[in-house]
């Protein structure tokens, strides 16, 4: 009996905090207008689903004279269940990043299992996934079947060749695989056993990269990467979209912030800076390292 | 500056990687782990400093250890308790029990762990499961250097029984606890529930395992524990130094005659021998004192690598060559493991192989397989000149022994100098891969397909590849025929005449001959300053011989 007073007493407190406190006004962009009751505004409101229906438009108009690009879904096997969600997860991201950009691709998705873990988590991410009027292209077969095997490149981070321009004649493929855990130049494989040409990006022209991150990119990396290069044919301008992480730049910035927030006498170390500059003659295990280091750069 | 930046960051990053990737070379090879030593060099001053965190988490744990340093009679735990709650830290009400009983039997303050002990059990407040592992690694700890009084006994066993009532299966950290302390008042029977616990989760430690070992050896059931021996090296856990200690002590505690002692002493070493393991150093000087105390001489010794001579006594260590089934055995697995796995076209492809297979059916067996990319890059910086000039240098080496030669490369070595790269290849067959697909397994495949007197010359230490071959035994197969047959070729001050190193001449395990037997032991500090060139280390052997009699 206590105990229900005293959840009822609690109930009724919430509810009067609720009343009492000031609407929340929620902007998404701070140059957002609001709408509702208090707030006057000389537009009509263009809510969620219109933007959405907008850029499905634009999409299926891509779908008509755009260019197709195939992400493969064959790695379900190599991937862990985790490793699935993810992938589901940054599949949905990279469809709403090409139908909101200026001029999207023609997305298919190949060799998919209909009731494997990937695309059971896709529905639930995506409902409308199979609609009819849905813009994206679900086949289960090969990308073999469906473009002429000369138009087909395999971007892979495990071969030698790069993309030096962008052709676009040609049909890009993507894999669809987190690959976190498994080490194995997969994607190099199903491009071998099926004989398509293959490229990589040419990341180290442009971009320093840190040691320790793999130059394996996301697949919604990838898209955009393609969607910008495709409408400038500027290389800087497509990697921008790579994830600072991944870069040295961050890693110079943090060890610069390390440095600032140290709590130890500068002079000491000031002092200890000349000693580095001053050693240039390293130690063995200096020098293994160094000549280790291309190791960890070069990702073969 | 943002230069100097990066390479703070770099050393920072490339110290912990090395560290990183040494603790794990050492897992791989010898499944004892070791702490890497924090005062070698490459550790920069600089990246130290800076990069030591805030360590404010430990301020709880440093007034713990403070308070318990001064052995006064015991305080009062409640309030101690509070005052270590109200410092800055992680530690919350439940698991303070724990880790002050941790801290404490870690730095050995047994009197005030022993207290606080007491006085847990005496509230009547149910026990943590954290504080529970606390109190049973207390009193196994205790037990190591003095008795446990009856009480303790009784608690152990009593928790043994709750905790099962309780949660029908253990964890894996509850359950090495458990059965460390079962072993402490040799309660052997309750382990085996409690390992094949463990088992549900994960391989048991080696403490576990040389523990149980120890106690079926003090209680001188001497079946079980060879069984659990073979289980634990089965899992790749070699045996610790207790387990070990315990096994000499049975031996004299249930045989007087000194022939019998030798009989089994000469088992144990056999053991050793089999499992091609190293024991521990304590180990090492417990065999000394009981070798020596049935008058055999016993001397810690050196093997030097060139001749495989003891140092002591001037016998040359043996070369176990592989049998016929075992190289056969090698033969058989190493295409697949090797170049096919899992799938063809991870590594190579389809038509490769075929023309590979082709090739070396055709040109017959070999005598030298050559790692033409590992031989060239001995040069290191050096341009394409060097490479091809020291590929040349060591393939007339071999010629003027009349060998049959294969060398194998990489399609891009027909970009350097062609000329010269031409006049080689008629002197030899070779083969080259494409420029994607891996060519070490080729090598390895077409060494070892091609009979047991072909050699390699490669100075990789080919242990990726040893570690496709799943199974131990086949492992040890491979590791066996890499020192037999495993030529290394180093650079030289000299730029012309590179080092040419060839395979150990003896195999560095644990050998018996005539009059006794060389045992390796695990050397104290192993540096990180040796270059790891596959041999194991010759420095730490034993020397056991019998003295001749006299008179």
Redesign the interface.
């Known amino acids: 009996m206590q105990k229900l007073k005293m959840i009822r007493a609690r109930k009724e407190a919430r509810k009067k905090q609720l009343e009492e406190s000031p609407l929340e006004e929620f902007r998404e962009y701070p140059d957002d207008l609001l709408y509702g009751i208090q707030y006057q505004s000389l537009f009509l409101r263009i809510r969620d689903s219109s933007m959405n229906m907008f850029d499905n438009y634009r999409a299926l108009r891509s779908i008509i004279y755009g260019q197709s690009v195939v992400i493969d879904c064959s790695y379900e096997e190599h991937m862990v269940w985790r490793e699935t969600l993810n992938a589901a997860k940054q599949m949905t991201f990279l469809f709403g990043d090409n139908r909101i950009h200026k001029d999207p691709f023609n997305l298919h998705m190949c060799n998919v299992k209909p009731n494997g873990e990937f695309m059971k988590q896709l529905r639930k991410n995506i409902p409308s996934l199979e609609e009819p009027w849905f813009p994206m292209n679900i086949h289960s077969e090969s990308y073999l079947d469906l473009f002429p095997k000369e138009k087909l490149v395999y971007l892979t981070p495990?071969?030698?060749e790069e993309l030096t321009s962008f052709d676009p004649e040609a049909v890009y493929i993507v894999g669809c695989m987190v690959d976190k855990m498994n080490n194995?130049?997969?994607s190099?494989?199903?491009a071998?056993?099926d004989g398509l040409k293959m490229a990589k990006l040419p990341l180290d022209r442009y971009i320093e990269w840190?040691?320790?991150s793999k130059k394996n990119l996301n697949i919604n990396h990838m898209i955009p990467i393609l969607l910008d290069l495709r409408l400038t044919g500027d290389w800087e301008f497509a990697l921008r979209h790579i994830p600072r992480r991944k870069l040295?730049e961050t890693?110079?910035l943090?060890?610069?912030k390390?440095?600032d927030n140290?709590s130890?006498n500068r002079q000491d170390?000031f002092k200890?800076?000349k000693n580095?500059r001053r050693n240039s003659s390293l130690?063995?295990?200096?020098k293994k390292?160094k000549?280790k280091?291309s190791l960890?750069y070069d990702d073969m | 500056m943002?230069e100097?930046?990066?390479?703070?960051?770099?050393?920072?990053?490339?110290?912990r990687?090395?560290l990183i990737k040494w603790c794990i070379s050492e897992l791989v090879e010898r499944v004892a782990f070791f702490p890497p030593p924090l005062t070698?060099?490459?550790l920069?001053?600089?990246t130290r400093?800076?990069?030591t965190p805030n360590t404010n988490s430990s301020e709880q744990v440093e007034f713990i250890k403070s308070a318990t340093e001064s052995s006064k009679s015991e305080p009062n735990w409640s309030n101690f308790k509070n005052n270590v709650l109200c410092k800055q830290g992680n530690l919350n009400e439940k698991n303070i029990d724990a880790v002050m009983l941790k801290t404490m039997v870690a730095n050995k303050k047994f009197n005030a762990a022993l207290s606080f002990a007491n006085h847990l059990q005496l509230s009547n407040k149910e026990l943590s499961i954290g504080a529970i592992n606390s109190l049973l690694y207390l009193y196994y700890e205790y037990a190591k250097e003095y008795d446990l009084s009856e009480q303790d006994k009784a608690f152990i066993l009593k928790t043994y029984t709750h905790l099962y009532e309780k949660y029908q299966v253990l964890d894996n950290a509850t359950c090495e606890r458990l059965l460390h302390a079962l072993c402490a008042i040799n309660e052997w029977r309750k382990c085996k529930k409690v390992l094949d616990d463990i088992q549900l989760t994960g391989t048991p430690t080696h403490s576990a395992y040389s523990t149980l070992i120890g106690t079926l050896f003090k209680n001188n059931k001497k079946a079980e524990a060879m069984k659990m021996i073979d289980i634990s090296e089965n899992n790749r856990r070699s045996l610790r130094d207790c387990a070990y200690d315990e096994w000499m002590k049975y031996i004299f505690r249930k045989y007087k005659d000194k022939k019998t002692v030798l009989k089994y002493l000469n088992e144990l070493c056999t053991h050793i021998s089999k499992n091609s393991t190293v024991v521990p150093r304590a180990t090492a000087n417990k065999l000394k004192e009981s070798f020596e105390s049935l008058n055999w001489n016993v001397q810690f010794t050196e093997i030097r690598k060139q001749s495989g001579q003891c140092k002591n006594c001037d016998l040359t260590l043996d070369c176990l060559r592989l049998s016929a089934e075992e190289f056969a055995t090698l033969q058989q697995n190493v295409k697949d493991k090797l170049i096919v796995g899992s799938?063809l076209?991870?590594k190579t492809?389809p038509e490769e192989l075929k023309k590979f297979m082709d090739l070396v059916e055709n040109t017959g067996p070999y005598d030298i397989v050559l790692d033409a990319l590992n031989v060239a890059y001995t040069a290191?910086k050096g341009g394409a000149d060097e490479r091809i000039r020291i590929l040349t240098t060591v393939v007339n080496h071999f010629l003027q022994q009349k060998k049959k030669i294969l060398l194998l490369g990489r399609k891009h070595m027909l970009n350097w100098k062609r000329g010269a790269l031409v006049q080689l290849m008629k002197k030899t067959q070779y083969f080259f891969t494409e420029?994607?697909s891996q060519d070490d397994p080729y090598f390895i495949t077409a060494a070892i397909l091609s009979g047991p007197q072909t050699d390699i010359v490669s100075r990789d230490l080919l242990r990726g590849h040893r570690f496709l071959l799943r199974t131990d035994a086949l492992r040890q197969l491979f590791q066996r025929w890499q020192w037999e047959h495993q030529w290394m070729v180093f650079p030289s001050t000299n730029r012309f005449r590179p080092i040419i190193q060839e395979p150990l001449k003896f195999t560095p395990i644990a050998q018996q001959h005539t009059n006794g037997w060389h045992l390796p032991y695990e050397a104290e500090n192993t540096s990180?300053?040796y270059v790891n060139d596959g041999v194991p280390d010759v420095s730490s052997w034993l020397c056991i011989t019998q003295k001749i009699n006299n008179n």
């Not at chain 1, 130690?283 to 200096?286: A, F, G, I, Q, S």
């Not at chain 2, 100097?4 to 110290?15: A, G, P, T």
């Open positions: 495990h071969c030698r194995e130049p997969l190099l494989a199903k071998k056993k840190a040691p320790g040295m890693k110079i943090a060890m610069q390390r440095f140290t130890l170390l200890s800076f580095v130690t063995m295990n200096e390292f000549s280091r960890y | 943002k100097f930046f990066k390479e703070l960051f770099l050393r920072d990053y490339m110290s990687v090395v070698v060099a490459n920069n001053i600089i400093l800076i990069t799938d076209f991870l492809s290191g420029n994607i990180l300053e």
